[in-house]
């Protein structure tokens, strides 16, 4: 599946994680943005990957799972 038939379903999963940040949900945010961020990553949106890799950050963090929280901050740039 290329990156325009799959964004549809990368926007649904990014309106999830972030209705689950609201919500303090962190493992669901994570999961959502997971996945938004490997659709990113095989699209080869640099400019995605960067944004999706800093939301994953942000919910490692709220989760205290610092180690990961920091790969993925390395990854956001």
């Known amino acids: 599946m290329n990156w325009q038939q799959s964004i549809h379903d990368v926007r649904k999963a990014h309106l999830r994680a972030s209705q689950a940040e609201l919500a303090r949900e962190w493992h669901m945010a994570t999961h959502h943005y997971l996945y938004c961020y490997e659709q990113s990553r095989l699209a080869r949106d640099l400019r995605a990957v960067r ?13 205290g799972l610092g180690s990961k929280a920091s790969y993925y901050r390395s990854l956001a740039g």
């Open 51 to 63: 944004f999706f890799a800093a939301k994953l950050s942000h919910s490692y963090r709220a989760m």
